[in-house]
């Protein structure tokens, strides 16, 4: 049982450069996350999407974009990467729809570093 | 808006002793409150929740807090800590009825159990 996978688990860049974050869950989730986490702040919502073909901002949205591919999957994409992109990044999911009761299946995360 | 404070960036305590870890909340509205757990290299694991109902919450290994709303706090208490409970958590809220998917998390708090 995967639950929440995420690809890849390290990651290092110059600055300018671009990649996307892989996340892909099994347990048939209508909502998914990503999440950046770093010292002191928890964990802060990049982008959120609720449904298959519909996705939101969340707190901390710019410099980033993403695409939900299909009901499994979720990607991040980070077109320019800055130093400040520096962090550790958490795909989760989230059963049902409707209000949110707050129970996240989370991925064991991807650290990504920009030189 | 919502916001969550975790008072203790660490706490260290010593393995057999209990320990309490501290979190308060700011709402406008009435909320969800939850603790996740992050062991090292891992993603976050839900540990309790507060949905409604009995005001202390009981959860995964031997870990119980207490919904005070008089105080707006959330505290996360185990009376005996193992050297398997090092970790860091988090404590997170969301307002209730909230069709939204924003949970909001605290900054953390790093628990160092000491043989």
């Known amino acids: 049982n995967a639950g929440v996978t995420q690809t890849p688990k390290f990651q290092v860049l110059k600055t300018g450069q671009s990649m996307t974050l892989q996340c892909a869950q099994d347990m048939n989730h209508n909502s998914m996350y990503w999440y950046r986490q770093d010292p002191g702040m928890g964990l802060r919502l990049i982008y959120y999407s609720a449904s298959e073909g519909t996705t939101d901002k969340g707190e901390v949205p710019n410099g980033y974009n993403v695409s939900r591919l299909n009901k499994r999957e979720f990607s991040l994409r980070l077109e320019s990467a800055a130093p400040s992109q520096t962090s550790v990044y958490f795909c989760?999911?989230?059963?049902?729809?409707?209000?949110?009761?707050?129970?996240?299946?989370f991925g064991e995360g991807s650290r990504l570093t920009v030189l | 808006a919502q916001s969550v404070t975790q008072l203790d960036s660490q706490v260290p305590v010593f393995e057999e002793a209990p320990v309490e870890l501290r979190c308060n909340y700011s709402?406008?509205?009435?909320?969800?409150l939850f603790w996740y757990v992050q062991y090292p290299n891992q993603g976050l694991q839900l540990l309790l929740k507060y949905l409604s109902g009995s005001t202390l919450v009981k959860g995964i290994n031997g870990f119980e807090a207490e919904f005070n709303k008089s105080q707006t706090s959330f505290h996360l208490r185990k009376p005996s800590v193992h050297i398997s409970d090092t970790a860091e958590y988090f404590c997170a809220v969301i307002s209730r009825g909230n069709a939204g998917n924003m949970l909001t998390f605290g900054g953390g708090t790093r628990l160092m159990v000491k043989p």
């Open positions: 709402s406008s509205v009435s909320v969800y």
């Open positions: 989760a999911s989230r059963a049902g729809q409707g209000a949110n009761t707050g129970e996240l299946f």
